[in-house]
């Protein structure tokens, strides 16, 4: 089954220090989203990606968070400096939009970040 | 401003019958409406979805009923087994922005299986 990838599982970190979370989009997929759930606002959608450009990125924090794609099989969400408002778990999902996307939003298992 | 709602946080019901489970959204341009099912520590996977032309969709033991003039969808999972016991997020999107602009999820409904 293909799948999307996240890296790492789990992170804590001190709150100020750089966090970088990864993903590995389906081989194919041409979009790519960035998701925060909390308890408090669920799954928000923080950016996203069609054929690595951005082209929506307004759910984000812009002074702490950028969301990158180098290149087709890597996308990363940096936060750059961490509070401890920004622990939540991350999901990365991808998805082919040209063939009807939405039934192809395949989710990753998250990465879950705490910042102490 | 929560576009889609689902305001049962946890539902339990018992194992043999019906779960019904609750969502309601409030932007008239959600076109698309889609059922995710969601197990600890692993990612929201597609369940079924429905199109604003229909207003029910089958697809073995789930059923989702969509009642657009009251902005409301139900799913409908019979009978409930224990395996059903997980977080269900109800999520809309546009189909004719071809969905590729994200879904809009609710915050979810705990659904506990009873034996």
């Known amino acids: 089954d293909a799948r999307v990838t996240q890296t790492p599982r789990h992170k804590v970190t001190e709150m100020g220090q750089e966090v970088t979370m990864r993903c590995q989009p389906i081989?194919?997929?041409?979009?790519v989203f960035w998701y925060r759930q909390t308890m408090m606002q669920g799954l928000e959608l923080l950016a996203y990606?069609?054929?690595?450009?951005?082209?929506?990125d307004s759910g984000m924090p812009k002074d702490r968070f950028s969301a990158e794609m180098p290149d087709a099989t890597l996308a990363t969400l940096k936060i750059q400096p961490s509070e401890p408002r920004d622990s939540a778990v991350y999901f990365c999902?991808?998805?082919?939009?040209?063939?009807?996307?939405?039934?192809?939003?395949?989710f990753g298992s998250g990465t879950r970040l705490t910042v102490v | 401003d929560q576009q889609v709602k689902q305001n049962s946080p946890s539902l339990s019901v018992q194992e043999g019958r019906i779960s019904i489970l609750n969502c309601d959204y409030t932007n008239s341009m959600f076109d698309y409406f889609l059922w995710y099912k969601k197990y600890p520590a692993e990612g929201p996977t597609f369940l079924i979805s429905?199109?604003?032309?229909?207003d029910k969709n089958e697809d073995g033991r789930f059923t989702v009923f969509l009642n657009k003039s009251a902005k409301h969808l139900s799913l409908h999972i019979v009978p409930s087994q224990p395996g059903d016991s997980a977080v269900y997020f109800c999520a809309a999107s546009s189909l004719t922005g071809g969905g590729a602009d994200g879904l809009t999820f609710g915050k979810g409904t705990h659904l506990i299986i009873q034996p």
């Open positions: 429905i199109s604003s032309i229909k």
């Open positions: 999902a991808s998805g082919l939009v040209n063939t009807g996307a939405i039934y192809g939003y395949t």
């Open positions: 990606f069609r054929n690595r450009a951005p082209l929506d």
């Open positions: 081989l194919g997929h041409n979009t």
